[in-house]
């Protein structure tokens, strides 16, 4: 099946996001993609230091709009990012939610590791500020592989995604705004490392460009496979990148090369405190 990853500038419009995320997911459909993954803040990309949209349940009008689409469209949607309200008084859980091509929601990520920067010469980025983490992980049945969300930040941690695989991961899907800052140093190379570590598709969607109030994001969303390759990749600017993924490839891979077989987790290692 061919899967797309949507690269995206939202701003605080909501409107204009949806105008461009149902543009970008009729687009992806058009080319004949089954599977499509939107970024992290698809619908509302509120620059730092303003309060949050106002936060929705899982059955608000965001996952509404994205379940529309994809019964409309015929796709599974991995929908990005949107804010859900939380427990937490004054913050939100930044939510990946999944639907199938009926419009069922099949499965619903929080994010668990809050991004928080104040680097020389950028605003600062406090997600913590604003945001409650999450604190379990999904992994839902799709016809390209068992699919695992993880947003953004979530992919310096590979703790979470070694999980994920434990949990039969085949498909990472990563809904993602890094910084122009960081992505220029890292966001290949992570997405790549999570790949390879898990002999596992990655499907990396991107924020690109200025958001207002000095934030700028760094773009190049990809679909990486399970060796390591970019084998598709947004240009500047909003846009999608599609390739083929299935788990059929997956499980040839892991049959050449499965590092995951030769782990050796020891605790008393991982408890040692420089010994030798």
Known sequence: MLAAVIQMNSSADRQANLAQAADLLRRAAGQGAGLCVLPEHFAHMQPEGLPLAEPQTIAGPTVSFLATLAREL???????????????????????????PTGRLVGVYRKIHLFDLAAPGQAPLLESRR??????????????????PCVCYDLRFPELHRRLRLLGAQVIAAPSAFTKLTGQAHWELLVRARAVENACFVLAAAQWGPHGQGRESFGQAMITNPWGEVVAQCPPGPGLALAEVNAEV??????????????RLLPRAWRAKGRP
Request: proline residues 7%; positive net charge; glycine residues 14%.
């Open 131 to 148: 945001v409650a983490p999450g604190r379990r992980l999904t992994v839902v049945d799709t016809p390209i592989g068992r699919l695992g």
């Open 74 to 100: 015929g796709l599974w949607i991995v929908g990005g990012t949107f804010a859900e309200r939380a427990r937490t008084p004054g913050k939100a859980h930044n939510t990946c939610p999944v639907l199938d």
């Open 250 to 263: 997956v499980e040839g891979f892991r049959r050449r090369l499965d590092s995951t077989l030769h782990a």
